[in-house]
C-alpha cells in the first residue's frame, strides 16, 4: 500500500478540501511565475518517517498546514475548521480500516514575517493496517485424512 497515495486519495474525496488541495497547486504556480501572493486558503501536506513506532510498522508523519492569505488575519477560527475537516477525513479512512491515525499535536496560528500566509498544523502519525487474513472459503472438498490410512468416511 502507497500510504501517500492512500491518504491523499482520502483527502482527495472531501469537497472541501478538493478545492484547498487546488487552491495550493494555483499558489504554487504563482509563486513560481512572481506574481500577486496567495489570495485563496489552502491546504499542504508534509510526510516524514516516524520515529516514535517500530520501523516495520510503516508509520509516516504527516503535517498538514492550512494557510489563509497574511492579510486575513482574523481567520483563526477558519483555520481551525479546515483542520477539523481533515481530521475528520483521516478518521473516516481509520474507521473504514484503511489506515490507523493519531493526532499528536496542533500547533498555534503562526504568521511568518514577510510570508503571505498564515498558517496553522496538524501532525499525525499515520500507519498502514495490517491486512487482516481470511481463510480460503471451504470448498466442500472431504478431509483428505484417509489418504494417511485413516477411516476414509
Not at 504554487?28 to 517500530?54: D, G, H, V, Y
Not at 492569505?69 to 473504514?96: G, I, T
Request: hydrophobic fraction near 40%; include cysteine.
Amino acid at each position: 500500500m502507497d500510504l501517500h497515495l492512500t491518504v491523499f486519495n482520502v483527502l482527495y474525496r472531501d469537497v472541501f478540501l478538493r478545492k484547498l488541495l487546488h487552491n495550493y497547486a494555483r499558489y504554487t504556480e504563482q509563486k513560481a511565475s512572481n506574481r500577486a501572493p496567495a489570495t485563496s486558503c489552502f491546504i499542504t501536506l508534509k510526510w516524514r518517517p516516524s520515529n516514535k513506532t517500530a520501523p516495520e510498522d510503516g508509520a509516516e508523519v504527516l503535517t498538514v498546514r492550512a494557510h489563509v492569505p497574511s492579510f486575513c488575519w482574523s481567520e483563526d477560527l477558519y483555520l481551525d475548521s479546515v483542520l477539523s475537516r481533515v481530521q475528520v477525513a483521516l478518521n473516516d479512512s481509520a474507521h473504514s480500516g484503511l489506515v490507523r491515525v493519531q493526532l499528536l499535536q496542533t500547533s498555534c496560528s503562526v504568521r511568518v514575517i514577510g510570508g503571505a500566509t498564515i498558517f496553522k498544523a496538524s501532525t499525525h502519525e499515520i500507519a498502514p493496517t495490517a491486512p487482516t487474513y481470511r481463510p480460503p472459503a471451504s470448498l466442500g472438498i472431504p478431509s483428505a485424512s484417509w489418504m494417511r490410512g485413516g477411516d476414509r468416511t
